[in-house]
C-alpha cells in the first residue's frame, strides 16, 4: 500500500494564516452594495417560498433585483473607471 503522507506534507506545507489581507478587505469593501443587495433580494424570495406571493411581495422582489442590477452596474462602471477603460 502507497503511503500519502509526503503528497500530504506538500499540500500542507504552506500555512493558513487566518487574517484576510488588506486588499481583500477592500475588495469585500468595494462589493459590499452589491452583497447587502443579494441579501435583501434572497429576503424578499425566501418570505414567498411557502405562501403565494402577494403584489406588496412582487413589489418588494421586483425592487431588490433593481437594486441588484444598480449595484452590479455601478460596480462595474467604478472598475472600469479606476481601470481607465470604457463601460
Do not use: C, H, W, Y
Not at 14 to 34: G, Q, R, Y
Not at 57 to 86: H, K
Amino acid at each position: 500500500m502507497k503511503s500519502i503522507a509526503a503528497l500530504q506534507a506538500a499540500v500542507t506545507a504552506t500555512p493558513f494564516n487566518s487574517e484576510p489581507t488588506a486588499a481583500e478587505l477592500d475588495a469585500i469593501e468595494t462589493e459590499m452594495p452589491l452583497i447587502l443587495a443579494d441579501v435583501a433580494l434572497l429576503d424578499a424570495q425566501i418570505m414567498t417560498i411557502d405562501r403565494t406571493p402577494t403584489e406588496l411581495d412582487e413589489r418588494r422582489i421586483r425592487r431588490a433585483r433593481r437594486r441588484v442590477l444598480a449595484a452590479r452596474r455601478d460596480l462595474i462602471n467604478r472598475a472600469a473607471t479606476v481601470s481607465g477603460g470604457a463601460a
